[in-house]
Every structure is written in structure tokens, then in C-alpha cells.
């Protein structure tokens, strides 16, 4: 299934200032905005796209040829590191989970089928959440589920795991 980007009209109307700016897609995913924002800069504007996901570089690739576009393989948390996001006009950072990290169940993030507890969107990354599971004590496992989780119940929820 192809990742259709929520809001993707109205936060480019937004974004987009100077179709001659510099432009940063902090989370390419599999590039619905990032798509946007090109069809929407002139041939002298640039856009930077940012991800992990070494699956997203690998479509970004084969899939975005303009000159105007180049990708790097590092998450948002740099991007004070990037040089040109001084400079940048505009930066969009869409939060949610790319469909196409849903859709593989050898990621760890479907719902819908089994698959290897991973959860790793950067791959260079080498512990996964199965590592996790199997070293973190009932406390560190629930708050983890409640910093990152917002999640109200994590004691209950990290009770019942062990």
C-alpha cells in the first residue's frame, strides 16, 4: 500500500513561502510530501529530505532524480548538524509511522500480522525491542511505556507482560 501523506494540500500551501527557498522534509517516509514540496519549488529551489529508514533512502534513490532533491540518512534529532537548516525557508516534520513500516510484518510494527518483535526503524541501530524485552526489569519497561507511550496504564500493562 502507498503511504498517502494526511493534510498533504494544506501543509505545502503553508510551507511553501519562496518557491525559490530551501526547503527541508525532516521525515521522508516514502516521499508524499516530499513530492509536493518539488512540485511546488522552482528548478532554483532545493529541497533536503532526512530520514533513518535505509529502505526510504533506497526509494528516495530510485524514485526522486530531480537535482533539486538530495537525502540523507539520519534522523531529525541532527538537523541542527545540517548546515542548511539555518538557512531553510521551510521544514516539515510529519511524526506518524510511514503505512509501509505497517505493511512488513518483518519490521514489528503490523497489527495485522506475526513478525519478529523489532521495531527498529533505523537498522544501524542493534538492539531490538525483542532485546529489550528480554533485559529490561517490570519498572524500566513501564516507564518506557509511559514516556514514550503517554500511556496511563504502563504499570498494569508491563505487569502483565512478566
Do not use: W
Not at 530531480?66 to 525557508?89: L, P, Q, V
Not at 537498522?123 to 500511556?151: F, M, S, V
Amino acid at each position: 500500500m502507498l503511504h498517502s501523506p494526511v493534510l498533504l494540500e494544506e501543509s505545502i500551501d503553508f510551507l511553501i513561502t519562496n518557491p525559490s527557498g530551501k526547503y527541508i522534509d525532516a521525515t521522508f517516509g516514502r516521499g508524499g510530501h516530499s513530492r509536493k514540496i518539488l512540485d511546488s519549488i522552482t528548478k532554483d529551489g532545493t529541497l533536503l529530505a532526512l530520514d533513518k529508514d535505509i529502505d526510504a533512502i533506497r526509494f528516495a534513490e530510485e524514485n526522486f532524480k530531480e537535482k533539486n532533491f538530495s537525502i540523507k540518512h539520519t534522523g531529525f534529532e541532527d538537523i541542527d548538524s545540517i548546515n542548511i537548516a539555518k538557512e531553510a525557508d521551510g521544514i516539515l516534520f510529519d511524526f506518524g509511522l510511514c503505512s509501509t513500516h505497517y505493511d512488513d510484518p518483518l519490521r514489528g510494527f503490523s497489527f495485522s500480522e506475526a513478525g519478529p518483535l523489532d521495531m527498529r526503524i533505523d537498522k544501524r541501530q542493534t538492539k531490538k525491542l525483542e532485546d529489550l524485552l528480554q533485559t529490561a526489569d517490570p519498572e524500566t519497561l513501564a516507564n518506557i511505556i509511559y514516556q514514550y507511550g503517554d500511556e496511563k496504564e504502563s504499570r498494569k500493562i508491563s505487569k502483565g507482560y512478566y
